[in-house]
Structures are given as C-alpha cells and as structure tokens.
C-alpha cells in the first residue's frame, strides 16, 4: 500500500478520507483507425512496469515530463529532456521520483524510444498507455500475471497533490535543462 493517495474515485464526503484507487493487473488493447495501443492498470509499481516494458528497447530514450498542476508556483507546462539518455540513466531518473510519480497526482511522465520502437505514458489517472510492439508486450504482462480485461476511471474521481512531494516537483525541474513548451488540449489538465 501506498503512503499517499494519488487519485481517488467513488462517492465521498469532504469530510472522509479519500480511498485510494487502483487497477487490478489488467491490460486493455485500443484498435484505432491510425494506431494501436495498450491502456494497462498496475496494483502498485508502474515506474517498475514501465521500466521493463522499456528494457527490451534498444533506445536511446527521451522523457517529457507534464506538469499539469504546481502547488509552488511552477508554470504547468511540458518539460522535454534536453538530450537523448541511455537506459541506465532512464532508470535512474524514474526510480528517482518513483514515490512522486506513483503517489501525487500533478503531473504525467512520458517515456519514448527514439528509435520508434515504444513509447509509455503514466498519467495522472494512472493508466500506462503503451505503443509500440503489442504482442511482445502483452505477453510480457501475461507472464508477470496481468490479465486482459476492461481499464476504467472511476467516475467521479479526485487528484491528490501532497505537500510531502512539494520539494520533488522543485528538484524535477531542477534536474535537466528541460526545454519547456505550453500544455496541450490532450494532457487533459
């Protein structure tokens, strides 16, 4: 279990504490006229999930880092790496902020193979969203015991920001020389 909420969902009183939601180990393939894509729910440890979808990759990788909402006065924008990265240095940036990814709400971090082999999207609603080769990765989830099935948000729900992870969104930004670029209509603020 987690130390904080990241996203709640269900019928609450402003008086109760949220109740933390999660996905059971489940993955979804999405079939659209341009593309394919995975939507995958995680109990717990989507950095690490992540992680080993990227492993396979032959990189280098980029990172995008949305911030979608600052409690400190940052510029909610896109803060794209500055440089392609191996993946040891991929690893070690994500497992670096994974409590702030896993447990905050106010931002989203997008992994992508320059060489057009993958991409993975953890987001807000902490759905992983993953492109490239399908079949290779439903397989690798299979083995690792997620099963297909249906990967929905809970309606209504709530992003949690937590003072706790106030100085992780400075040392984030702080961490690159990111190049920063306006929000888009899709990061869905």
């Keep these: ?54 492993r396979p ?18 510029e909610p924008a896109r803060y794209q790496s500055p440089e392609p990265i191996d993946y040891d240095d991929l690893e070690l940036f994500m497992y670096t902020f994974q409590e702030y990814f896993e447990q905050d709400g106010r931002h989203a971090i997008w992994v992508s193979s320059l060489s057009g082999e993958g991409q993975f999207i953890f987001d807000q609603h902490n759905y992983i969203f993953a492109y490239g080769d399908l ?15 249906k990967v929905a948000v809970p309606f209504p729900h709530r992003h949690h920001y937590h003072v706790q992870f106030d100085e992780a969104e400075d040392e984030i930004l702080k961490y690159w020389s990111w190049f920063k670029s306006p929000l888009e209509q899709s990061d869905d603020p």
């Design 57 to 74: 990759l032959s990189g280098p990788f980029g990172v995008l880092y949305v911030l979608l909402a600052s409690r400190l006065g940052n």
């Design 135 to 149: 079949d290779r990765m439903t397989a690798q989830l299979t083995a690792d015991g997620y099963s297909e099935g």
């Design 1 to 54: 279990m987690r130390s904080y909420v990241k996203f709640s969902g269900g019928e609450s009183s402003p008086e109760s504490q949220p109740t933390e939601f999660t996905f059971p180990n489940v993955w979804e393939r999405e079939t659209y006229p341009e593309y394919s894509r995975l939507l995958i729910g995680s109990e717990q440890h989507e950095v690490r999930r992540m992680l080993e979808l990227c």
